[in-house]
């Protein structure tokens, strides 16, 4: 059985939080304190900050599910952008979670194609995201994908300040 991708809408919130949490938590928590951890999570998926982000205009959330079970999901956004993408119609990937069952089967490639065709037909010459300096893994599936570093940011976890990678691919 493949997985269905679909946009997620006001009546996923709850659904949307789950994940959220479960993902962030899985991949992060062995490399960050729990103080920093619930923060975060406080921060950025609470239910009302989730369904803020569902409803703004350039921002999109997707989910993939296996059989009607949520496998992972991503969020695309338009309203940031590093300087040195002035002047290009830009989307960042903002948010890219499989869940650990379903790791291993395709799906990180299924999602990033996801966003890659979506900010294509949205008429975006770059996709663009942020990598965490020390997530080995993320940053080797995104080379593997196309992608390339062009900058860093700070991220901050909590209250820690982290650095990330800037990657992007042309799309044209």
């Excluded at 946009?7 to 789950?18: G, H």
């Excluded at 860093?152 to 990678?165: A, K, N, P």
């Amino acid at each position: 059985m493949t997985f269905a991708i679909r946009l997620v809408t006001a009546n996923d919130i709850e659904l949307l939080q789950e994940i959220s949490i479960e993902t962030f938590r899985d991949t992060y928590t062995a490399f960050n304190t729990e103080a920093d951890m619930q923060l975060h999570v406080e921060q950025k998926f609470n239910m009302q900050r989730l369904l803020q982000e569902v409803q703004t205009s350039g921002d999109r959330f997707f989910i993939a599910e296996k059989a009607d079970e949520p496998a992972g999901y991503i969020k695309l956004r338009t309203s940031e952008k590093p300087e040195s993408l002035d002047g290009l119609k830009h989307m960042e990937l903002e948010r890219i979670y499989a869940r650990k069952m379903f790791q291993g089967q395709g799906l990180g490639k299924i999602l990033i194609d996801k966003a890659l065709l979506f900010a294509k037909e949205s008429g975006c010459e770059v996709l663009w995201l942020g990598v965490w300096k020390q997530n080995e893994k993320a940053l080797q599936f995104y080379k593997r994908n196309g992608f390339e570093i062009f900058g860093e940011q700070i991220f901050t976890l909590g209250s820690d300040d982290q650095v990330d990678w800037l990657m992007k691919k042309e799309l044209l």
